[in-house]
C-alpha cells in the first residue's frame, strides 16, 4: 500500500553555515549570502536499509533530494522562498520523468559534512549540492555522469585581454586568501602576475568590481556566482576538471542504471541543454557518454525491493586468486599465444591491478568463455569479472556493470596508405567496404558512401588491398590486427562512433566496482596505463573524466578489515 507522508512546508529566515571539504562542496563559510526564507521537506517514513532507491520513491510517491539553499545558481532559496537553480530544475525532471509529476521532488537542505549522512541513513534518495565526484566520495556513495564540470578558472573584464593564465603577467589577480588555489597559480602563470589575497568572497569580488584587480580566480562555480554580481564579466580560461554530480546510494544497480539512462535520455532530447541555457548560458555541458542499444530506460515499476549485499572482495582476498573470464581469441584485448599463455592489452593491465590487489601478477586464472554463456557464469559468481573488448552498451548494463574505460573500440576508416582517407567526407560517394552485420555497416548509409558488405574481415581486407574499395569502415576490433601485422594501411585516430570497452563486473558490488576503478586511475596517475597502451595502440589514449584526489581505501586487499 502506497505510504502517502504528510506535506509540512516552513518558511524560516536563517544564517547558512559554510561547507567542509569533505566532498568539494560549494563556498566557504564566509562567502554565504543570507537567504530569504528555507523550504523544508516533511520528514520521511523509514525504510529498512536493504530497501532499494527505487522502491523507497516508487512507494511514497515522492523523489526526496537533498540541495544546498546558497548556491546560485546551482541550488538556493529564491526571493518568494521557494527552491531554485540547475539542481533543483533537475530535480524536478527527474521526478517527471520517473514518477510524473515534477512537483514530485522535496527538498531538503544538506551541507557538506552532512551529505553522505543524509543519504545513508534515508533522509533524502538523491543529493544534488555541487558535489564533486573524487575519489575519497567514490568510497561512500554512487555517482550519476557529470552535469557540471568544476575546477579552477579566471573571471575578468573582456577589455582586460586575458583569455588564460598565459595571459597573466603584468596583472594584478586577486584570490580568497583560504582557497589554497595560490601555489597552483604561481606554478602555471607568469612570474610577472601579481596575486592580491583578501579575506573573503565578497572582498575580492568588491576588488573586481572597482577595478582594483584585473582577474579573480577561483573555483568555476564561485565565479559564476561573482559573474552575476559583476556586470560586464566573463569567465574564461580554465585551468582544471573537476565533475559535479549527483549522489546516491552504492550497491543498487537498478537504480544506478535508472540515473544514468535518464540523464542520456536528457542529453538526446535536449532536456539538458534547455536547463543549460535557463542557468549557465554560456557554459558548456560536460559530454555524457551514450550507451548504443535497444534497451529502454528502466521504469520505478520494474524496481527490485533489495538492494545487492554481497561482498566479493572477501572471496577474492580468501581464496588469493581472481577468476577471470576471457576471450581466446580477441585480440588485441585478450587472446593466447601460440604457448598458451594469455596475452592483449587488458590482459596486462589486469596483471598490474592484481600485483597491487593481491601481490602477484600470477594471482589470475584465466577461463575461457563465449559471449552466449559468459554473463551468466559472472551472475552465478563462478567468475570475478570479464575481459576481452566488451563494449558497453544499454543491453549490457541491464546485467552486468562495467568499469571505467579502457579503449573506444568506434567505427573507423582503414585505407592503404599509399591513398590514405581521414575523414567521412572524404568516403562520400566511393565505394567503401564493411562487414556485414557490423556497426560499420549500420554507419556507412550516414556518411553517403557506396558501402559494399563482405562476410567477413580478411575478405574485406583483401578487397581494399585489390582496390575493389577505397576504404575500410568497421570496428576497430576489426581493424586493428590487419594494420599491425601487415604493412600499407592507414588508420585514422578519429571514430565515427563510440565503443567504450570496460571491464565487466559482478552487477550491485560498488565496493568491487570502487576497487577496480581506483586502481584504474591509479594506475593513469602514474604512467602505467600510458606505458601499456602504448605498448598495445597508436592512438591517444581515451579521454577519462578526472576524479580529483586519491583513493581513501587500501588497493592491497591484504590490508582491508
Known amino acids: 500500500m502506497r505510504r502517502v507522508l504528510p506535506i509540512v512546508m516552513l518558511l524560516v529566515v536563517l544564517l547558512v553555515t559554510g561547507c567542509a571539504d569533505l566532498a568539494r562542496l560549494l563556498p566557504a563559510e564566509d562567502e554565504l549570502a543570507e537567504p530569504q526564507a528555507a523550504y523544508t521537506a516533511p520528514t520521511p517514513e523509514s525504510f529498512p536499509p536493504a530497501i532499494t532507491t527505487a522502491a523507497r520513491i516508487r512507494e511514497r510517491g515522492q523523489l526526496l533530494v537533498g540541495i544546498r539553499y546558497d548556491l546560485e545558481p546551482f541550488s538556493y532559496i529564491a526571493t518568494d522562498g521557494a527552491p531554485a537553480g540547475l539542481e533543483v530544475d533537475l530535480a524536478r525532471e527527474l521526478a517527471r520523468r520517473w514518477l510524473g509529476d515534477p512537483d514530485a521532488a522535496r527538498f531538503r537542505q544538506v551541507r557538506s559534512d552532512t551529505a ?46 586575458i583569455g588564460g593564465v598565459s595571459d597573466l603577467g603584468g596583472h594584478k589577480v586577486g584570490v580568497v586568501n583560504r582557497n589554497g588555489i595560490l601555489p597552483d597559480l604561481e606554478t602555471m602563470g607568469p612570474v610577472t602576475t601579481t596575486y592580491v589575497a583578501y579575506d573573503d568572497f565578497f572582498q575580492v569580488v568588491e576588488a573586481l568590481r572597482t577595478r582594483q584587480i584585473d582577474v579573480y580566480a577561483d573555483q568555476y562555480h564561485r565565479l559564476e556566482r561573482a559573474r552575476r554580481m559583476v556586470a560586464g564579466t566573463l569567465i574564461v580560461g580554465q585551468l582544471t576538471f573537476e565533475p559535479v554530480a549527483l549522489m546516491y546510494r552504492e550497491n543498487d544497480p537498478f537504480f544506478a542504471n535508472l540515473v544514468a539512462c535518464t540523464f542520456q535520455d536528457m542529453a538526446i532530447d535536449g532536456t539538458r541543454d534547455a536547463l543549460y541555457t535557463r542557468w ?43 577468476e577471470v573470464g576471457y576471450f581466446p581469441d580477441r585480440w588485441p584485448y585478450s587472446a593466447d599465444r ?4 594469455q596475452t592483449g592489452f587488458e590482459v596486462r593491465l589486469l596483471e598490474r591491478m592484481v600485483e597491487r590487489w593481491l601481490g ?82 549500420a554507419v556507412a548509409p550516414t556518411i553517403g558512401c557506396n558501402a559494399i558488405p563482405y562476410p567477413d574481415r580478411d575478405t574485406a581486407v583483401t578487397a581494399l588491398q585489390q582496390g575493389e574499395v577505397v576504404a575500410l569502415l568497421a570496428e576497430r576490433l576489426y581493424l586493428l590486427e590487419p594494420l599491425y601485422r601487415q604493412e600499407g594501411f592507414f588508420l585514422t585516430d578519429a571514430r565515427c562512433t563510440s565503443r567504450p570497452v570496460a571491464y565487466v563486473l559482478p552487477q550491485g558490488d560498488s565496493a568491487f566496482r570502487d576497487l577496480v576503478n581506483l586502481t584504474l586511475a591509479t594506475l593513469r596517475a602514474d604512467g602505467t596505463f600510458a606505458d601499456l597502451y602504448t605498448a598495445w595502440f597508436d592512438d591517444p589514449l581515451p579521454a577519462q573524466a578526472p576524479w580529483p584526489g586519491n583513493p581513501v581505501i587500501p588497493l592491497n586487499l591484504n590490508a582491508l578489515p
Open 116 to 161: 553522505l549522512q543524509h543519504l545513508q541513513q534515508g533522509d533524502v534518495d538523491i543529493v544534488l549540492a555541487g558535489i564533486v565526484h573524487t575519489q575519497q566520495a567514490e568510497s561512500g556513495g554512487d555517482f550519476s555522469p557529470p552535469y557540471f564540470m568544476d575546477g579552477l578558472a579566471l573571471l575578468t573584464f573582456p577589455d582586460a585581454g
Open 280 to 322: 549557465l548560458p554560456d557554459t558548456s555541458p560536460p559530454t555524457i557518454p551514450n550507451w548504443a542499444g535497444t534497451v529502454p530506460t528502466p521504469a520505478l515499476a520494474d524496481s527490485p525491493q533489495e538492494r545487492y549485499a554481497g561482498n566479493l572482495i572477501a572471496g577474492i582476498r580468501e581464496r588469493g586468486v581472481l
Open 338 to 341: 601460440d604457448d598458451g599463455v
Open 360 to 441: 602477484s601478477r600470477q594471482a589470475i586464472t584465466f577461463v575461457p568463455v563465449t559471449e552466449a554463456t559468459a554473463f551468466q557464469q559472472l551472475e552465478n559468481g563462478d567468475l570475478d569479472m570479464l575481459v576481452g573488448g566488451w563494449v558497453h552498451t544499454r543491453d549490457a548494463e541491464a546485467h552486468v556493470d562495467f568499469s571505467l574505460t579502457l579503449f573506444d573500440d568506434g567505427v573507423s576508416i582503414l585505407s592503404l596508405s599509399t591513398a590514405s582517407l581521414q575523414t567521412p567526407a572524404e568516403l562520400a560517394g566511393q565505394p567503401v567496404g564493411v562487414i556485414a552485420g557490423s556497426d560499420g555497416q
